[in-house]
Every structure is written in C-alpha cells, then in structure tokens.
C-alpha cells in the first residue's frame, strides 16, 4: 500500500467484517490486516459458503475478535445482535448477490443477514460476482435499494474472472475499500468545502531528453488530500508527475511544469475553500537548448551553460 494511504490514529473504533462465498474470500484476509494496520479493532461474521473459502481459524490468527461462524452459539445466545452493540461500521466484503438481495428485502436466514437487518449504524458493501450474476435486473435493482437507504456502495471492477470470462464484478480494490470504511469512520466536519491540494515535482524542459527537477514523491500532499476527503471535502488534486492511488471521487489534474501547475491552480482557486500547497515545485525554469538533443560533442572547453529564469509564484498569485 502507498504511504498516502498509511492512515493510523482509528484506536477506538470498531469494525465488523462480513465475509460471502466468494472466490474473493481470501482477499477479506488481507483486507483484515489492513483494518487493525489502523488502530481499529475488528470483528468477523463468516457465512457457511464463506467458511468453503476461507476458515475462521485463519481470522483468529489475524487478529480479528469475535469471529463468527454459526446463528446457533451457546456462549453468545443473542450474536444476531453484537455488531450493533459494538461495531462502528459493518462491512461485507466480498458481497455476493445472494448477500445483497437478503439485505435489500430484509430476509434473515442465516447469521450475517440477521446481523445486518439488526444493525443501525454505516452498512458498506463491496461487491464481486461474475458479470452476468452483477448485471441481471434483479441484482441491480437490489443495489438501488441498498444506496437508496443510505448504504455505501462501492462500485465493482472490470477485468477477467475466475470463470475466464471478462466483465464487470471483480471485488473493488483493497485501498477503495480501506478509505470508504475510514471515511464512514471519521468526523464529516469538512462536508461541504472544496479543498485543492498541490502535490509532486514539477518538471523543466531544456531539451527533448532532459529536465530541471527534484525528488518530490507527493506522499504529503497525497497524505493530505486523502485526509480531507476522509473528513467529507469535494478534493481536487493538481499533481504534478508522480503515480499515487486516489478515490475514484478525488479529482486529479496531472500537469508537468511550474507553469502549468501555475495556471491549473490559478484557475481552480476562486471556487475553492482550502488550498494545501504542498507541491514541491520548481524555482527556477531552463532556459530551453532547443528541438534538438544537446550532444557531448557541442560541448566547448568552458563546459555547458544553462541560463535559468525565475518561474512564477503561485502562492504569492493566490494570495
């Protein structure tokens, strides 16, 4: 996982994790590792065609507690009930249609429907089944009706399933699933406001094979960016040219040079409530060799000379 992402300071909250016969099952385990990576602690209910995939041994071994496997336990005789006692959000991941259609009609026939038809708190579901299982017009109207009562809903994958065939249904990525249930975690004070964040190095051509930079990874400007949106804020990112995994709902505009971060941010600013200039961008601008490659060749006995101007200040235009 990207350092962004590395978001700790969730001690005292509680997550329950339910898990669905999936072939995806075994992606939960990694998923629970992620979770308590946070500070939060982490319950899990199994279903029967989970516990195919995937045991409850393995969960225990991970560090979930309780685990839950069966409707019927003697030592906890209202288990139906425990999550909504405890539990601060309740994810199902992955969610299989069967899972889905239960807890849009409130059908309780097994342990984790019960659970969830018995919770009021944050639902999340995080889908995967084959493609032809997720567009049928049963399971989509399910869906609408899970989002509808204000279940978090993410949106599955596209790529090539276990059956070999290629569509939309894989289980949603683990990061996707890590920061919504952070989200539904945290405090919602920054609904509502727009916060731009600039991030990365911005890079100067003096030739077509070279430029002026600097060694910026944008790990604080992406660590900002995702606190924000974590918080409730409509983010948009300016980045200048680094890879780093954002939510599909972060708004991301990949610029290159000082220039162009100028003008992106620039235009961005009057309809903003927060800007977090964190990108480490370039003082100065090479003045360009030209179209052509500099060759060792060209280089006379008093070496290169590279003459530089000063590149516009973004913060001092903003201010």
């Known amino acids: 996982m990207q350092p962004h992402l590395d978001f700790t300071g969730f001690g005292g909250k509680r997550i329950h994790l339910g898990v669905t016969g999936s072939i995806a099952a075994y992606k939960a385990l990694d998923l629970l590792r992620l979770l308590t990576a946070t500070g939060a602690s982490v319950g899990v209910t199994l279903t029967a065609s989970g516990q195919q995939f995937v045991t409850p041994l393995a969960f225990r071994a991970l560090g979930a507690d309780p685990v839950f496997d069966t409707l019927f336990d003697v030592r906890t005789p209202f288990v139906h009930l425990e999550p909504g006692f405890s539990a601060d959000a309740f994810l199902v991941a992955p969610a299989t ?35 032809r299982m997720w567009n049928a017009g049963a399971t989509q109207e399910n869906w609408t009706t899970l989002k509808r009562r204000g279940a978090v809903c993410l949106q599955p994958e596209q790529g090539k399933m276990a ?94 040079t000082a220039s162009e971060m100028f003008e992106a941010c620039l235009s961005l600013w009057p309809d903003q409530d927060i800007a977090c200039m964190a990108a480490a961008v370039s003082d100065f601008t090479p003045v360009p060799h030209g179209t052509a490659k500099y060759k060792k060749s060209s280089l006379g006995e008093g070496g290169i000379h590279i003459e530089f101007t000063a590149s516009r200040d973004i913060l001092a235009a903003m201010g």
Request: aromatic letters at 6%; one cysteine or more.
């Open 97 to 131: 249609a069967n899972i889905i259609a239960k807890a849009a009609h409130g059908l309780c026939d097994d342990l984790l429907s019960t659970q969830l038809l018995a919770f009021q708190g944050t639902l999340l579901f995080a889908p995967s089944m084959n493609q």
């Open 163 to 256: 059956c070999g065939e290629e569509g939309t249904g894989r289980l949603p990525c683990l990061e996707a699933i890590l920061l919504h249930v952070l989200r539904a975690l945290s405090t919602q004070d920054l609904s509502g406001r727009r916060v731009l964040v600039s991030l990365g190095p911005t890079r100067e051509p003096w030739d077509p094979a070279r430029w002026w930079t600097n060694p910026s990874t944008g790990t604080m400007g992406g660590a900002l960016a995702v606190a924000a949106w974590l918080r409730g804020a409509q983010v948009t990112v300016v980045q200048g040219p680094v890879d780093l995994w954002f939510p599909d709902s972060i708004q991301r505009i990949p610029v290159t």
